[in-house]
């Protein structure tokens, strides 16, 4: 079941980053619901404030500087860390809401990780941040190069252009 989950969290990653909100969060709320219909989740209804807390902080970012990602990099790695951290905690919840039906895990049980897995699905949402974020100024810079390039390339077609008026059309005009 784990490749399902990878699916599913990389499936609201991407509709996040589409700009497809209502529907990566309609998705990222079903298993988080179900948590609910489980004993267990109603017994440890605090498990999934920080699937909460970084989907509240995402949308009031994403409203805040939703226009600004493109210009700050500061601004676009928080991004890309919060849809990264929501992807990651999409595929803990289904996986904390399957582990509710495939296994007899008391509430005791999660209430002890209540704490803990904030920080480790913080780490984990990290490295693919770094990974995009890293790859994502690369793919900036080259396109840069390349304007830089067809700029450069232009201005040598405007020169030889001009330099070939200057002798040839004038030695021509001259006879």
């Not at 008391?106 to 480790?120: D, H, K, N, R, S």
């Not at 100024?137 to 020169?159: C, P, R, S, V």
């Amino acid at each position: 079941m784990c490749p399902l989950f990878v699916t599913f969290s990389s499936l609201i990653g991407a509709l996040l980053i589409s700009g497809r909100k209502k529907l990566a969060l309609t998705l990222y709320a079903i298993p988080l619901l179900a948590w609910y219909a489980f004993s267990t989740g109603r017994a440890v209804f605090y498990y999934p404030w920080y699937h909460v807390l970084v989907l509240a902080i995402f949308f009031k970012f994403e409203n805040k500087y939703g226009r600004k990602i493109n210009p700050s990099k500061v601004i676009l790695f928080i991004y890309l860390y919060l849809v990264a951290s929501i992807a990651v905690l999409a595929d803990h919840i289904a996986g904390s809401t399957a582990a509710l039906i495939f296994y007899d895990i008391t509430p005791t049980m999660f209430g002890a990780v209540t704490l803990i897995y904030p920080i480790e699905r913080s780490i984990l949402a990290l490295f693919p941040t770094l990974s995009v974020f890293v790859l994502f100024l690369m793919i900036h810079g080259i396109l840069q190069d390349i304007t830089t390039f067809e700029d450069k390339a232009q201005q040598i077609k405007e020169d030889s252009i001009e330099d070939y008026m200057q002798t040839e059309i004038k030695k021509i005009l001259g006879k």
